[in-house]
């Protein structure tokens, strides 16, 4: 005995689930568009000046279930239109499966937020940028041309905010020509990344921007502003980006955990409610049996067939003997 619903219930199951449905194709197309974008401006960025190859897979991740939701949703979309109890049971399965993992996904997040080890990333940072930074080894190469594009991208300057002197503890200072002791008048004290360019693209003042002798970044504690450089530095930004995409993950997977689970349920409300129907519009099987004939129409089966085999020659009782006796006085009428 399955379970029922009254049909105005069933009827807003089927609504419900293809408003659902539209609702999850535009989601999946915002988190395909997400992850993209993220891979795209964001990933490989983060992935390098943090050390944390995991970022660039997460991207590829967010695409693939992005494309997912959407391909759910289209197939749920058509087996709520067509009302087909097998595709609405397949449904259910899934939606139910991506909901946990939605769920899953967020509390990943959270505790991942949590268990951040900040200061090994801000000294790993510190590391790579003096280590590395401007040398000509290949990996080296691609990790310059990186952190430019971070600086520039982001507005940021060496690791924490007015981290300046980084650069001036780094191979890449170590590698200018200069006498030690005449270095600092003549040396570069920052990367052309680090200065600030108009609206045209051109650098303001690139000379003030990295060796200014009366502010930073050769002096660190000057009270004068160079606007010619970058004082917010890239951790600072990094670390916010991270934190923004982790509460989007956990309000996203939160959010769509709680959504596809009223979905399973109306889903599932629905398939009850089309398995019950296509079950009573079921015609009944035929009898292979006389057994299971109506007892009227066996009667007037063996009426019939008695009519049909009766002969002229009637079998009466004899009176009080209890046998049986031939008349012959219709043969003789007859003859």
Same mark, same amino acid.
């Given at each position: 005995?399955?379970?029922?619903?009254?049909?105005?219930?069933?009827?807003?199951?089927?609504?419900?689930?293809?408003?659902?449905?539209?609702?999850?194709?535009?989601? =999946?197309?915002? @988190?395909?568009?997400?992850?993209?974008?993220?891979?795209?401006?964001?990933?490989?960025?983060?992935? @390098?000046?943090? /050390?944390?190859?995991?970022?660039?897979?997460?991207?590829?991740?967010?695409?693939?279930?992005?494309?997912?939701?959407?391909?759910?949703?289209?197939?749920?979309?058509?087996?709520?239109?067509?009302?087909?109890?097998?595709?609405?049971?397949?449904?259910?399965?899934?939606?139910?499966?991506?909901?946990?993992?939605?769920?899953?996904?967020?509390?990943?997040?959270?505790?991942?937020? $949590?268990?951040?080890?900040?200061?090994?990333?801000?000294?790993?940072?510190?590391?790579?940028?003096?280590?590395?930074?401007?040398?000509?080894? !290949?990996?080296?190469?691609?990790?310059?041309?990186?952190?430019?594009?971070?600086?520039?991208?982001?507005?940021?300057?060496?690791?924490? #905010?007015?981290?300046?002197?980084?650069?001036? /503890?780094?191979?890449?200072?170590? #590698? /200018?020509?200069? #006498?030690?002791? !005449?270095?600092?008048?003549?040396?570069?004290?920052?990367?052309? %990344?680090?200065?600030?360019? $108009?609206?045209?693209?051109?650098?303001?003042?690139?000379?003030?921007?990295?060796?200014?002798?009366? =502010?930073?970044?050769?002096?660190?504690?000057?009270?004068?502003? $160079?606007?010619?450089?970058?004082?917010?530095?890239?951790?600072?930004? *990094?670390? *916010? &980006?991270?934190?923004?995409?982790?509460?989007? @993950?956990?309000?996203? *997977?939160?959010?769509?955990?709680? &959504?596809?689970?009223?979905?399973?349920?109306?889903?599932?409300?629905?398939?009850?409610? @089309?398995?019950?129907?296509?079950?009573?519009?079921?015609?009944?099987?035929?009898?292979?049996? %006389?057994?299971?004939?109506?007892?009227?129409?066996?009667?007037?089966?063996?009426?019939?067939? *008695?009519?049909?085999?009766?002969?002229?020659?009637?079998?009466?009782?004899?009176? =009080?003997?209890?046998?049986?006796?031939? #008349?012959?006085? /219709?043969?003789?009428?007859?003859?």
């Amino acid at each position: 005995m399955g379970l029922s619903f009254s049909p105005r219930l069933i009827t807003c199951c089927k609504y419900f689930l293809i408003c659902l449905n539209i609702l999850f194709i535009f989601i =999946g197309l915002l @988190v395909i568009g997400l992850g993209i974008y993220l891979l795209i401006y964001k990933g490989d960025l983060l992935s @390098v000046i943090f /050390q944390m190859p995991h970022i660039k897979a997460s991207c590829i991740i967010l695409v693939f279930c992005g494309s997912f939701v959407l391909v759910m949703a289209i197939f749920g979309l058509c087996s709520v239109i067509t009302l087909n109890k097998h595709l609405l049971l397949t449904y259910v399965i899934l939606m139910l499966l991506v909901a946990l993992l939605a769920i899953a996904a967020a509390i990943i997040a959270m505790v991942f937020r $949590n268990t951040w080890y900040i200061d090994e990333l801000r000294l790993k940072m510190r590391d790579v940028l003096q280590q590395k930074y401007g040398t000509n080894s !290949t990996n080296s190469l691609f990790l310059t041309r990186t952190w430019d594009t971070v600086q520039q991208f982001w507005y940021c300057c060496g690791v924490e #905010d007015n981290s300046w002197g980084i650069y001036r /503890q780094s191979e890449w200072y170590n #590698d /200018q020509p200069g #006498d030690p002791g !005449t270095k600092e008048y003549t040396a570069k004290m920052v990367p052309e %990344s680090c200065c600030v360019k $108009n609206q045209y693209g051109n650098f303001i003042n690139l000379q003030k921007c990295q060796n200014w002798q009366l =502010g930073p970044p050769n002096k660190q504690s000057g009270l004068d502003t $160079n606007e010619a450089v970058f004082y917010k530095g890239c951790f600072t930004i *990094g670390r *916010g &980006i991270l934190e923004d995409v982790g509460n989007g @993950v956990i309000g996203l *997977g939160i959010a769509l955990g709680v &959504i596809m689970i009223l979905g399973v349920l109306a889903a599932f409300a629905l398939y009850c409610g @089309v398995r019950n129907t296509s079950d009573k519009r079921m015609p009944a099987s035929k009898p292979s049996s %006389s057994y299971y004939m109506p007892q009227q129409r066996k009667q007037d089966l063996s009426t019939d067939r *008695g009519q049909a085999s009766r002969s002229p020659v009637e079998m009466q009782p004899l009176d =009080g003997s209890g046998s049986w006796r031939r #008349d012959d006085s /219709q043969l003789t009428e007859n003859a």
